[in-house]
Every structure is written in structure tokens, then in C-alpha cells.
């Protein structure tokens, strides 16, 4: 059994004392987690990490936090070792419309604004951390009522740093608890039934693409942060203020001088000192580049809402 003495020790729960988490295997992985995946379990979670990672360490045949350690930091297959921590560690908390005025102000002023400045440049959404799919199909919901999808050049990604989660949302099937938010009309025009679950009609799920990609890597994240629009919403209050940081450092570099970033509604950068200032579009907040604020609060849709006027005449 890994600790002793006069260590702190932590019960992992399931009620036995088979494993307990003492204060050094402990501080070990919660740094080595914080860096590989973002994810910060502070002292007030140290019972929730270990009722996390026991399951994993039996199910690797170990028999301590140490050696689950060891096996992250030293394993040939760490990399699955990851993978599956990053599916264990995934809260598969999300629905359909989730802050609706923010996939609003994307669909009625961002994109409009976009199609106006780059009528040749296809517009890329990134969905940052889509766990079981229900932001991205709400991304593509929205600009399908606002008469853009299928219309306009329109890339949404849609990436989780969990495999099992991209899965399910890849496979598109949905039970009731998704829809807690969503708007009646909008689910009898947008989903159809499949046994006693729903799925998206083909519209708007064909043209999202999936990916598995971590937040803490910015190597993976990379490509996708030369996005124009970012959501990473319901993520950083996982997160440690320094993964924050740097996960934020890796989209203002590449995202391009006039690009979004929505994040959750209790996440906020303002304490971080990051170089993108808060910016209000429509009836929501979104994160611009320093310098950018005014310009983006100014973005107006009704010259490009004459253009779709104008396509749409018979
Ligand atoms: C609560 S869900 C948020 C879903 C959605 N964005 C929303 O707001 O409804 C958090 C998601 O973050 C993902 N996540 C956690 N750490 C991550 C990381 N380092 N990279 C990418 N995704 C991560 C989890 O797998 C989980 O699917």
C-alpha cells in the first residue's frame, strides 16, 4: 500500500481501504495530470481523484497510486494509459442549447459579419470540447435557422480530448436529458426519432467533423486554433489557472485578428492576464483580440442580412 506514516491518507471509496491516496503518490499525479491533461484535482478533490483512478489502477492489476504513476510517466503503452484517464476524467455533462444567446450572436452576428469582411473564406467553427456532440449540432442548428447551413462555405470541427466521447457524438443518438433546453420546434425539425432515443437529421450532423484532440497539447490544438470561431465552453472550470493560460496562449496566437472565443458562462479569463479582451456580440460575451473590442461590438449584420434577402429572391 502506497504512503504510511505520518502521510495524510484518502480512502478511495467503494468501501474498502484496499488503496489509499497519501500525500506524496498524490501531489505526483495530481502535477503530472495537471500537465498532460489540464484537469487540476486541488486538495479539496483529492477524494474525487481517488475514486477516478482506483478503477483504472485495479483494472491495470496494479495495486498502488504509485504504480499507476509509474505506469503513466514509464509504460510502452502509456499513450493508451492516457487515453483511457482522459475518458475516465470526462464529465459527460452537456445538452442541446446550452447558452443559447451565444450560438445567437454566432449565427446572427459573427457569421454574418464574417461573410460580409471574407466573402470568399469559408467560415471555421471550432468546438473545442464537444463531448457527446449536442454544442456542435446546436452550432450547426443555429445557422441552419439562420438560412446559412449548406448555404455558405461553413466548417465546423468538433473535438473532445476524451476518444469515447467523440464516439458518441459521432454516432449521433440522443436521450431525453439532452434536450432539457432545447426549444420543442426546434427538435421536431432538426432530430428524428431512433427507437426510444433521437438523432439529428443528416443536415446538420453530415458536415460536422470529429476529432480527438487535448486541450493541454499544443502541438494537437494547433491546426484547429486558426479557427474564426472558438467555442471551448465548460472546460477551464476544470482546468488549472496555468493550463488555462497556456491553452489561451495557444488560440490568440493563432486565431486569426478578427476571431472569437465563447467560453462558459462561470469561466472567465479576466484574473489570467491574457492578451483577449471581453467583447459583448449581441446578447452574449465573447473573447476577442487585445485591441479588438470596439470593432467586433460594432459588428453590424444588416448589409449582409440584404445579401441573403437578395439570394433568397425567387
Ligand atoms: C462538461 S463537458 C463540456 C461540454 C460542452 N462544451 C458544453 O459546454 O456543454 C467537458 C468536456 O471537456 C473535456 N475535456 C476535459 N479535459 C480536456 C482536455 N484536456 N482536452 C480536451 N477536452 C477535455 C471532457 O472530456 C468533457 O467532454
Keep these: 500500500m502506497a ?16 488503496f489509499s491516496l497519501a500525500d506524496a503518490p498524490y501531489a505526483l499525479l495530481r502535477d503530472l495530470i495537471a500537465q498532460h491533461t489540464g484537469v487540476l484535482f486541488d486538495e479539496s478533490k483529492r477524494g474525487l481523484m481517488a475514486d477516478k483512478l482506483s478503477e483504472l489502477v485495479t483494472a491495470n492489476g496494479l495495486t498502488s497510486f504509485l504504480d499507476y504513476y509509474y505506469l503513466l510517466r514509464y509504460d510502452d503503452q502509456a499513450d493508451a494509459h492516457w487515453s483511457a484517464l482522459m475518458n475516465r476524467l470526462a464529465v459527460p455533462e452537456t445538452f442541446f442549447w446550452r447558452q443559447p444567446d451565444q450560438v445567437h ?6 457569421a454574418p459579419a464574417h461573410f460580409t469582411n471574407h466573402p470568399r473564406r469559408p467560415l471555421r467553427i471550432w468546438s473545442a470540447a464537444c463531448c457527446t456532440g449536442e454544442e456542435p449540432v446546436s452550432i450547426a442548428i443555429a445557422l441552419a435557422e439562420a438560412g446559412l447551413l449548406n448555404k455558405y462555405p461553413i466548417e465546423i470541427l468538433a473535438t473532445d480530448g476524451s476518444a469515447a466521447m467523440v464516439e458518441r457524438a459521432r454516432n449521433g443518438l440522443y436521450g431525453d436529458r439532452s434536450f ?33 484532440v487535448n486541450l493541454a497539447r499544443a502541438a494537437e490544438m494547433e491546426p484547429f486554433a486558426t479557427a474564426d470561431v472558438i467555442f471551448c465552453r465548460n472546460v477551464f472550470i476544470y482546468f488549472s489557472d496555468d493550463a488555462i493560460r497556456r491553452t489561451v496562449r495557444v488560440f490568440s496566437e493563432h486565431m486569426p485578428h478578427d476571431g472569437y472565443l465563447f467560453l462558459g458562462a462561470s469561466e472567465s479569463l479576466t484574473r489570467l492576464n491574457v492578451d483577449l479582451e471581453l467583447a459583448e456580440i449581441g446578447n452574449a460575451f465573447a473573447y476577442v483580440k487585445e485591441g479588438r473590442r470596439q470593432i467586433a461590438e460594432q ?16
Design 180 to 212: 432539457r433546453q432545447l426549444p420543442e420546434a426546434l427538435k421536431a425539425r432538426y432530430f428524428q426519432p431512433d427507437g426510444d432515443r433521437w438523432r439529428p437529421i443528416e443536415r446538420v450532423h453530415r458536415g460536422i467533423h470529429w476529432g480527438v
Design 105 to 110: 450572436a454566432l449565427a446572427n452576428v459573427v
Design 3 to 18: 504512503g504510511g506514516g505520518g502521510d495524510r491518507m484518502q480512502s478511495l471509496g467503494y468501501g474498502t481501504e484496499l
Design 299 to 314: 459588428a453590424r449584420t444588416s448589409a449582409f442580412q440584404a445579401t441573403v434577402a437578395r439570394d433568397a429572391a425567387p
